[in-house]
């Protein structure tokens, strides 16, 4: 386990979400479901994070604003994709202003479906992430070590 | 002399759970002018009827917002039931306003620890969300789902709620009156808090007519206005209704007509279980097409006044459906009641009008 691992901290945006797995990821860090005895962190600065969470679809509006969250993340960096709209635009996917999931932005490492996705599916998300962190990040010594 | 400078608020923010962009222009500590800039949620769903028939159009009125997601679907299937000329039974429309209060009680829950965050009262705010996930444990018994309920159907609820279950969310309710009481005690009493809650944003009772605001954003400035006492639904059945208001006008007034509106609640839920009448809770329109003509319905949100309307053509799918949150009416508010505040209270007026972007934005 790396520093990182022990301890992630968390970027939260809502894509364009119905607010449903807004405050499902807000409730899952709440005293009941408590992701934070993971260690893990809620923060509002792309550079401080290790894990993006994303609810909801990317539009037209927002593709930028996400890219922009995304690159101002220090690597290594986990992306999970939370909600069914995150995952593939869910119900909204024919809508006009709707091009698709997160992925149609930023590479997406754990999809946690679910409309809304509980808790329950976060945490294990979040953890799943936390592993993929790992392996990241032991890439990236590993890569060092070879120059 | 003072310079002026501008500050980019979100989308992205650490206080907004939601996208929504605020060009601040300020000089020195003083905020002079809000510009928002909008369109970061937006889905295109009302153009969706022309691809979803009007019984599958539930699902996606529902998810205009998770957090009054049950009110939106009851907007919809009202509007829709008055086009189509269906009576549904009494049961179903006592269940759907006692689930739409049970809505209001975790919005407003929710609410109540999101402002108890932005003042920095950490306690507060977990003790709210905490008493929050008993009503989401109601939900989850009763319908299934914690946020999203799918219970409403055009013509009725797709199941029932026994009487037992009824019984078990009175018992439940009793038991969080006290604690919550004592939560609202401290929210209304502690010195700390109103510190930070008086005085702050004030619009006056002119204003607040004059930009026709709604919900407990208006109540706060004295205005009576609540669709609930124009009896639709199982309200008519209410022995005693009267809207809840408070003339400071300032964020402590908001924060306490929505304090209070969250156990004038619980009275109601408890008045229409002991009322229920048993004629069952009717199913599934079956009705092929829509007919022609439009009707339009208005009901009482957590955040205040919401307006749907559609229109049918004949056909299976409906023509147009048209929905006005009371965000967006509170907008402009918002922006009024900004002018001249000092930056560190930005925050905390944004919270107060309860801004619901995602059904604004749609
Ligand atoms: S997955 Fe469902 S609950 Fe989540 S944002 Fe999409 S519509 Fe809302």
Known sequence: MSYSSKSPWLIHYDGSSCNGCDIEVLDSMMPLY????????????????????????????????????????????????????????????DAYNVIGGADKAIPVDVYAPGCAVRPET??????KAVKILDEKAAKMDASEKHR | MATRSIIPFGPQHPVLPEPIHLDLVVEDEKVLEAIPQIGFVHRGLEKLTQKRDYNQFVYIAERTCGICSHGHAYGYVSATEKLLGIEVPRRAQYLRDILEELSRIHSHLLWLGLLADAFGFEALFNHCWRLR????????RTCGGRIILSVLVVGGLAHDIDDADLKGICDKLDGIKRDYLEIMDTMLNDTSVKSRLC?????????????????????????????????????????????????????????????????QSIDIIKELIAKIPHDGVGGKSKAKVVPEGQSHVLIEQPRGEAFYYVRGNGTKYLDRFRL???????????????????????????????PCISCTER
Not at chain 1, 54 to 81: F, R, S
Not at chain 1, 122 to 127: E, G, H, N
Not at chain 2, 133 to 140: A, S
């Open chain 2, 199 to 263: 005085g702050v944003g004030v619009i006056s009772f002119e204003d607040a007519m004059e930009l026709s605001m709604v919900g407990p954003f208006a109540k706060g400035s004295g205005i009576e206005h609540d669709m609930r006492s124009t009896g639709y639904g199982a309200y008519a059945d209410l022995e005693h209704f009267e809207p809840i208001i408070s003339n400071e006008c300032d964020c402590y007034a908001r924060c306490k007509v929505r304090a209070q509106e969250v156990v």
């Open chain 1, 34 to 93: 408590d992701v934070e005895r993971f260690g893990i962190i809620n923060t509002g600065n792309p550079k401080h994070a290790d894990i993006f969470l994303i609810t909801g679809a990317i539009n037209h509006q927002n593709v930028n604003v996400v890219k922009h969250i995304y690159d101002q993340m220090l690597e290594p960096k986990v992306v999970v994709a939370c909600g069914i709209c995150a995952c593939t635009g869910g119900v909204f996917k």
């Open chain 2, 324 to 354: 006005r949150t009371p965000t967006s009416q509170n907008l402009g508010g918002l922006v009024k009641a900004l002018q001249g505040v000092d930056l560190a209270d930005v925050p905390m007026i944004i919270l107060t009008i309860d």
């Open chain 1, 122 to 127: 976060i945490i294990d998300a979040v953890l």
């Open chain 2, 133 to 140: 996930e008993t009503i989401l444990d109601i939900f989850q």
